[in-house]
């Protein structure tokens, strides 16, 4: 990996946290409810992506979406499965790298997930169910 491209991990955490503190209190879940149980956030975060004008969205929102969604999921296997960020070699990738969240699973082996992929899954099968997106990673990262 080139010095340049060079992750920073603990900014890549802190945003991706900072995010989702801030998308539950747009969507009226305190931060504080938040931040002591993740599961708080699902009931708002299903309206709002069941009420979203999905055919109306540009790029940018689609973008906005997707991101939001990940930083969840990423933040949902932080809290509830003890699970953490990492960096993995993606030499296709521009960064050469790519963020990924892992965890130790039920056989004691230790799976990594990429959450914008568990993002892409979910968008795949529509309508968007966040307790199936967050089970889906459960699923992966826990090895069942």
Sequence with gaps: MSKRSEPNLQQWAEEGRRNIIDVADMLGVPPEMYTRDAMSLIPALQDYVSRAPLDEFEQSDWITLHADLASYVADF??????????????????????????????????????????????????PIDIVRMLATAELILRGG
């Design 77 to 126: 296997l932080i809290q509830r499965h003890d699970a953490r960020w990492a960096v993995t070699d993606n030499p296709t990738a521009p960064r050469e790298h790519r963020y990924v969240i892992e965890a130790t699973g039920h056989d004691g082996l230790t799976r990594q997930i990429d959450p914008i992929e568990v993002v892409r899954m979910e968008f795949a099968s529509p």
